[in-house]
């Protein structure tokens, strides 16, 4: 997959969606919970395959601040004082491509640690 950049990052806070249109034409609409859940930090995602943490209780997380990191990445500051993350620009595009399943399969975790998610802004 060639590496595709961002040309539009557009983070509308009321939804708490973060927009990311690509320089191939897709545009992805991320919620905020998706991007937390889904962190490149260490603390989530582990140190390797099969160490990834399930992040629970981030139904309304929200971001504070978008910080780009050179020109191949993004560090997201969240509400729940998360910040570790790096977001590349191969990252978020991965998320976008592959969006709906790894949200199914974030559902189909908590469901399987006994967690009830509520609906945002519950």
């Given at each position: 997959m060639s590496k595709q950049v961002p040309t539009e990052i557009q983070l509308h806070q009321k939804s708490r969606v973060l927009e990311v249109a690509f320089d191939d034409g897709r545009r992805f609409e991320f919620p905020c919970e998706y991007l937390r859940v889904y962190s490149p930090s260490a603390e989530v995602a582990g140190h390797g395959p099969g160490q990834e943490?399930?992040?629970i209780g981030k139904?309304?997380?929200?971001?504070?601040?978008?910080?780009?990191?050179?020109?191949?990445?993004?560090?997201?500051?969240?509400?729940?004082n998360h910040d570790t993350g790096l977001y590349s620009w191969e990252y978020l595009y991965e998320l976008g491509i592959h969006q709906e399943q790894r949200w199914k399969r974030y559902l189909e975790r908590l469901e399987e640690a006994g967690y009830q998610r509520k609906a945002p802004g519950e």
């Open positions: 943490v399930l992040q139904e309304d997380v929200g971001i504070n601040a978008i910080e780009q990191v050179g020109n191949y990445a993004v560090q997201l500051v969240f509400d729940d």
